[in-house]
Every structure is written in C-alpha cells, then in structure tokens.
C-alpha cells in the first residue's frame, strides 16, 4: 500500500483473504495523533453501510456531467469525504429516451435520441459526452462513482432501462469504472405482472447480482424496489448490499420518525454486507419531490434534522446525503460531518437499533456497539420540549454507566439506574453508554 503525500490518498493491491490490522499516524505542526485501522479482504463487499452523495433530490432531470464532477470537488473540500462520504452517485436522466416519448423533462431535446448503439450498447445523454472520463476524475478525488439503471425497458423517467442488455449494462458500466449501481424497479411492473410472486421480485436482481460479481472491479447493488416482497429477506442473497425498505422519502419527510421506526422492525436483517435503506438524507438545499424544482433550503425544524441523521445512523442505514453540493453551509456539514455520531452508523458490528416506546410522542432507539457499549437516542415527535427518561431495566444493562453526548462531544457523566434529559421539540438526544 502507498500513500500519496499531496493527496492523502492510500491505493494499491487487495492482499490475500484475511484481516488486516494497522497503525495510521498523523502529525503536523499541531500535534500528533493516530488510530487503529482494519483491512478486511474477502468477499463480502460492504462491511459497513454505504457512505456518498446522490443526485436525485438537488438535481432530478437536471443532472450532468458538469454538475457531477463540481459534487465531488465539494466532497472533498467541505471535509465531508474525510469523514467517510465516499461515492459519487447518478440518479436517472444520464441515459437517452426517444424522441417523442413523454417523461419528466418533455422539453428537454439534448436528453433525447438514439438509446443504444448497433452492436446494443447503452448509450449516454449528450449531457455526458465521456463516462470513462468522469469516473477516472471521481477516482483521482479518492472517491468511488455510482450509475443508475432499471430492470424495465424504461426508468422512472421514461429513460432507456437495461431489460434484456442486462450483460452488455453490467460489463458497460465496469468498463467505464463504476463502483455502484441503482437499480430501480420502475418499468419492471409491466414486466412481473399486477400480483409478482416471490420468484418474479426476486428474478431481476438475481440476474444483476450475477452479471455484476462476474465483472473485474467490486460494484456495489443497491435494489429500489421499495420494500415489495419483503425484500430485506432476501436481498443479499441475490446479489444485493443494500435495499430499499420504502418509497421515496421525499414524499414524506415530515415522517423521518415513522419511517425509521418501520425500518427497524427488519433490523435482524441488518449486518456486515447487508443494509435496510429507508432512503436518502435531505437537508441544506433540496427540491421539491412532487414539483422537481430547483434545489431551496430545507424547511425542516433544525432540531429535526439532528433526530433525522441520529435516525438513519441508529438503525444502520447507507449515508446518502441528496442536497445540492454547491450550497453546503455550515449548519449542514455539522449534521453531516459529527464524527461520532458516524461512528455510529459505521459501527463494525452493524446492528440495527431496537425500538422502545414511550408515548405517543417519546420514544427511545438502542443499538448494540462492537466494543460493548450502547447508543442510545431519546426522540421527542411533539413540538414542544419533553422530559424522558430512560432506565437500566429497559435498556438490558446494570450498574453505573458512563454517558456522552455525542452531538456535543462531550462527556455528561456517570449514571446509575437511570439517565433523564429534557429532549428538544422533534428533535434528539444522543448518547453513548458504557463503562469505560
């Protein structure tokens, strides 16, 4: 392994099949730190949830290649990829849809035209003159790219899908240097029929999951297919590192808090390789879901956005922030970037966090760490601030914990028995639990 001094950028070999265990030291003329780090080679793709940026909430039909390239830039240089924000991923609207068929963005000629080439390869929007250059650009940042595609003759937005190109899509994208793909059920339905049995949900993926380990480069599969079938049952097992336990969140996000407790009913789903994704994280600058409009700042209570990212980091979900990089602000990047609260979600053990009710309006999410410790979030869904307390009975652990806030970084204290906090309107108190 290298490290490249400008850059901070670590490549080289896969070693053979084992762990790894190594030493990284950092020092400046501030100070020296370092801090133990495992390699972990095998076949399990995904040990820890996905981390990146998608464009679909900031961009929808708007995306190019320009826009992409100026994300990643942004990637680095607010920080968020030193804190484990790692793909670039394209939603729909890279591909061609046929002129004169009807879709998101009907006035958009440049998206239109021949979908693939003689020989059935797919062929991208002249907003995307190079895909080989754009990866190659993602890649020298230190980042990983992610594409879009459908199992369906079309995508959600009427764009050419993969449905019998699935082989030249899969060595096509690995080609170009993907690291990640989207699949997106979309069309599909036409395919599978009104009532798909389980063998019908399941064909598509299967047949992606294959097609991508065949390639020579890890491209990670994430299927979109909201939650039909039970799909966290079976997802890994066709192929898959993550799927979608729901619809589109950004017809709902004044749901976050019931979202998140659904999901975490499939929680012994959750584990190394194996990811419930309830959807992407939208604060900052978003459109809107049910107008595609350009991208304007969030209305979401700031309080509410701490619960959102505690939420999605508690139950083990794949980091995907969806706003629009070029208007990143430093309320934003402090919900995105607390690396304790990653820590979190990133968590080796990956385990998904257990529901306990209160109230209606209280409730608490624990979620077993690696080193022995808990993390503990006490939610509060009324608009107005609320005492909750949370015992040692409830919580399966005796004698005296040491507690700290992990959005404030700080240690609060030892605690026995039980541990009470007043916890914002629609917001979050975070902590750590243990007897360090």
Not at 244 to 251: A, I, N
Request: proline share 4%; aromatic share 12%; charged share 25%.
């Amino acid at each position: 392994m290298k490290l490249d001094e400008t850059t901070g950028i670590v490549t080289g070999n896969v070693p053979e099949r084992g762990d790894y265990n190594m030493v990284i030291i950092a020092k400046n003329k501030n100070g020296k730190d370092r801090k133990n780090f495992k390699l972990a080679a095998g076949d399990i793709l995904s040990l820890t949830p996905s981390m990146g940026w998608n464009d679909w909430y900031a961009y929808y039909t708007r995306i190019s290649d320009e826009d992409v390239r100026k994300s990643a830039d942004a990637l680095v240089s607010s920080g968020m990829a030193d804190v484990g924000y790692a793909y670039i991923n394209m939603d729909d609207c890279w591909e061609n849809r046929k002129k004169g068929t009807r879709g998101y963005d009907n006035a958009d000629s440049r998206r239109k035209g021949e979908e693939r080439d003689m020989q059935g390869n797919i062929i991208p929007n002249s907003y995307f003159p190079d895909m080989k250059k754009l990866t190659d650009y993602i890649h020298t940042k230190g980042l990983k790219a992610g594409i879009y595609s459908s199992p369906g003759v079309s995508t959600c937005g009427g764009y050419v899908g993969s449905y019998q190109h699935e082989a030249q899509d899969a060595k096509q994208y690995a080609a170009w240097g993907f690291d990640f793909l989207k699949y997106d059920w979309c069309s599909y339905g036409q395919i599978a029929g009104k009532k798909p049995d389980l063998a019908a949900y399941k064909k598509p993926y299967q047949l992606m999951g294959s097609l991508l380990k065949q390639q020579d480069r890890d491209i990670l599969l994430n299927l979109c297919q909201y939650g039909m079938g039970n799909v966290w049952k079976w997802g890994a097992e066709v192929g898959g590192q993550s799927w979608r336990t729901s619809g589109d969140l950004g017809f709902e996000l004044d749901k976050i808090f019931d979202v998140a407790i659904n999901n975490a009913k499939h929680g012994e789903y959750s584990k190394p390789g194996s990811w419930n994704d309830p959807d992407y994280i939208q604060i900052g600058y978003i459109g809107n879901a049910r107008k595609e409009g350009l991208a304007e700042k969030t209305k979401m209570p700031p309080n509410m956005q701490y619960a959102y990212m505690s939420l999605w980091c508690l139950i083990a979900s794949p980091l995907f922030y969806s706003g629009d990089m070029g208007h990143l602000d430093d309320f934003t990047l402090n919900v995105l970037c607390n690396a304790e609260v990653i820590a979190v979600d990133q968590d080796p053990l990956g385990a998904c966090g257990k529901v306990i009710m209160h109230q209606d309006s209280t409730f608490l999410m624990v979620k077993p760490m690696a080193d022995g410790s808990k993390a503990l979030g006490l939610f509060n869904r009324s608009k107005k601030p609320v005492v909750t307390t949370a015992t040692w009975d409830e919580l399966q652990i005796s004698g005296k914990q040491k507690l700290r806030d992990l959005w404030r970084q700080k240690n609060i204290g030892k605690f026995d028995h039980s541990f009470t906090t007043t916890v914002p309107a629609q917001g979050v108190v975070l902590v750590s639990v243990g007897k360090k």
